[in-house]
């Protein structure tokens, strides 16, 4: 009989471009890291994921690989223990705790690691039980209520180039000003057909950027727009900003830092809170709940969170505290898209559009190149697994880029510091 036992576990650190996007702790650097997970069977199948690329990742997922070798695809829960009893999470020194870069990009903390590891190897076993049931990912997580999964348009502030001059500058040029903003928001949306729309905030002083929405929301007559600072608003500038905002917002993402300022922020505003900054684990979770819900809706993200069982574990939690739940991104390519948009298909919850930083990479690692939206909204595979294949020449190109960069960690503030030595990133800025 054919085995289709776990043989070998291969990572493959890539690289892609990433433009000059501004953010709260500073500014993105001008290649982004990931990983690509390929975990194949005695039988010769092929399972797929993409995952974090940074140092302390491919180094967890290194050791935690080999205790996979002769595991069924079927046996997640037994995986789930492997790698918690082998993945400890690495001491954390001052000097490595980014601070803000941190807390607005949680994927990045080590305290994740094991969640991380165990959803890394997840969606690629589920790709391989998904080719043995012949049945897409959506259908092993219970089936699809939606067979489209809607995402926004992520609009940044950004440069034009970035400060090395590292390749040819980006399609969008600069965002710096309310029309550069909905000049931008305009090209997104013609090309992808986005309904909702999201601003990457704390970056420039808050009344620049409440007028960059205000311009939005005159632009786009009743689409509904969030704003996110990270957390790089005090509390009276929150409360400030979204009283000029008044009637504009569908939510109101991370304005002040801290569970206790978002707490504070709810007090007085009515605006719905969410959040992937203070509600990131399930004793977060608790804390809310217990603080009596100042975030009303979570922003899941499968890749930290632990795997797609544990988002949709979180999202009954969210069901049973009355909560939202939306769903959070950084940097990534297809195969990450295709498993956000299996997850949020078979969540009835997660009614929100998503966010993805997808029209931000212009690179693809998947076959058959970049994903085609319809109206702002990605089709759910039907095919069996994940229903992506990998491009092989793609691969090997993206982890030359890999080779080819110094880049280890994401720097977003170290990157900031070339533009500008003197900036701080203390927090909160505004
Ligand atoms: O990529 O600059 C960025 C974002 O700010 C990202 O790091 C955040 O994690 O997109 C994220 C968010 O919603 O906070
Ligand atoms: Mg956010």
Same mark, same amino acid.
């Given at each position: 009989?054919?085995?289709?036992?776990?043989?070998?576990?291969?990572?493959?650190?890539?690289? =892609?471009?990433?433009?000059?996007?501004?953010?709260?702790?500073?500014?993105?650097?001008?290649?982004?890291?990931?990983?690509?997970?390929?975990?194949?069977?005695?039988?010769?199948?092929?399972?797929?994921?993409?995952?974090? %690329?940074?140092?302390?990742?491919?180094?967890?997922?290194?050791?935690?690989?080999?205790?996979?070798?002769?595991?069924?695809?079927?046996?997640?829960?037994?995986?789930?223990?492997?790698?918690?009893?082998?993945?400890?999470?690495?001491?954390?020194?001052?000097?490595? =705790?980014?601070?803000?870069?941190?807390?607005?990009?949680?994927?990045?903390?080590?305290?994740?690691?094991?969640?991380?590891?165990?959803?890394? =190897?997840?969606?690629?076993?589920?790709?391989?039980?998904?080719?043995?049931?012949?049945?897409?990912?959506?259908?092993?997580?219970?089936?699809?209520?939606?067979? @489209?999964?809607?995402?926004?348009?992520?609009?940044?502030?950004?440069?034009?180039?970035?400060?090395?001059?590292?390749?040819?500058?980006?399609?969008? /040029?600069?965002?710096?000003?309310?029309?550069?903003?909905?000049?931008?928001?305009?090209?997104?949306?013609?090309?992808?057909?986005?309904?909702?729309?999201?601003?990457?905030?704390?970056?420039?002083?808050?009344?620049?950027?409440?007028?960059?929405?205000?311009?939005?929301?005159?632009?786009?007559? /009743?689409?509904?727009?969030?704003?996110?600072?990270?957390?790089?608003?005090?509390?009276?500038?929150?409360?400030?900003?979204?009283?000029?905002?008044?009637?504009?917002?569908?939510?109101?993402?991370?304005?002040?830092? %801290?569970?206790?300022?978002?707490?504070?922020?709810?007090?007085?505003?009515?605006?719905?809170? @969410?959040?992937?900054?203070?509600?990131?684990?399930?004793?977060?979770?608790?804390?809310?709940?217990?603080?009596?819900?100042?975030?009303?809706?979570?922003?899941?993200?499968?890749?930290?969170?632990?795997?797609?069982?544990?988002?949709?574990?979180?999202?009954?939690?969210?069901?049973?505290?009355?909560?939202?739940?939306?769903?959070?991104?950084?940097?990534?390519?297809?195969?990450?898209?295709?498993?956000?948009?299996?997850?949020?298909?078979?969540?009835?919850?997660?009614?929100?559009?998503?966010?993805?930083?997808?029209?931000?990479?212009?690179?693809?690692?998947?076959?058959?190149?970049?994903? @085609?939206?319809?109206? /702002?909204?990605?089709?759910?595979?039907?095919?069996?697994?994940?229903?992506?294949?990998?491009?092989?020449?793609?691969? @090997?190109?993206?982890?030359?880029?890999?080779?080819?960069?110094?880049?280890?960690?994401?720097?977003?503030? %170290?990157?900031?510091?070339?533009?500008?030595?003197? =900036?701080?990133?203390?927090?909160?800025?505004?």
């Amino acid at each position: 009989m054919t085995s289709h036992a776990i043989r070998h576990v291969r990572i493959t650190p890539i690289a =892609f471009r990433d433009p000059p996007l501004l953010n709260a702790a500073g500014i993105h650097e001008p290649w982004a890291l990931r990983s690509i997970i390929e975990i194949e069977t005695e039988s010769g199948l092929v399972g797929i994921n993409e995952s974090y %690329g940074d140092l302390p990742m491919l180094q967890a997922m290194a050791k935690a690989a080999p205790a996979l070798t002769g595991l069924s695809p079927w046996a997640l829960n037994e995986m789930d223990q492997r790698v918690a009893a082998l993945v400890t999470p690495p001491k954390q020194t001052a000097s490595e =705790f980014l601070g803000q870069q941190v807390s607005l990009a949680p994927g990045t903390h080590v305290s994740k690691t094991v969640a991380k590891v165990i959803s890394a =190897f997840e969606v690629a076993m589920m790709d391989l039980q998904g080719q043995l049931a012949i049945a897409p990912v959506v259908d092993l997580l219970g089936g699809a209520a939606r067979t @489209a999964v809607p995402y926004s348009a992520y609009l940044f502030y950004k440069y034009a180039e970035h400060i090395e001059k590292p390749y040819a500058p980006d399609v969008w /040029g600069d965002a710096l000003t309310p029309e550069q903003l909905v000049a931008q928001a305009q090209r997104m949306i013609g090309q992808y057909g986005f309904k909702s729309i999201k601003v990457k905030g704390g970056t420039l002083p808050p009344d620049e950027e409440v007028a960059g929405v205000l311009a939005l929301a005159k632009a786009f007559p /009743g689409t509904p727009l969030r704003i996110d600072p990270n957390g790089n608003w005090t509390v009276p500038t929150s409360l400030k900003a979204v009283e000029q905002l008044q009637g504009v917002l569908e939510y109101y993402e991370d304005p002040a830092p %801290g569970l206790d300022g978002m707490a504070a922020v709810a007090q007085a505003c009515d605006v719905p809170l @969410a959040t992937n900054m203070v509600v990131t684990d399930l004793k977060e979770f608790r804390r809310n709940a217990e603080m009596g819900c100042p975030v009303k809706i979570v922003l899941s993200d499968h890749h930290y969170w632990g795997g797609l069982r544990a988002t949709q574990r979180l999202a009954l939690m969210c069901e049973t505290f009355g909560l939202g739940l939306s769903m959070h991104s950084n940097s990534h390519l297809g195969v990450s898209l295709v498993a956000m948009t299996h997850l949020a298909a078979s969540v009835p919850l997660l009614s929100y559009a998503c966010d993805t930083h997808y029209p931000w990479q212009d690179d693809e690692v998947v076959q058959g190149g970049r994903m @085609a939206f319809e109206n /702002g909204s990605l089709r759910v595979p039907t095919t069996p697994g994940l229903g992506v294949q990998i491009d092989r020449d793609a691969l @090997a190109r993206l982890h030359d880029n890999y080779l080819n960069t110094t880049i280890r960690n994401r720097d977003d503030l %170290g990157q900031m510091r070339k533009y500008n030595p003197a =900036f701080t990133g203390h927090q909160p800025r505004f």
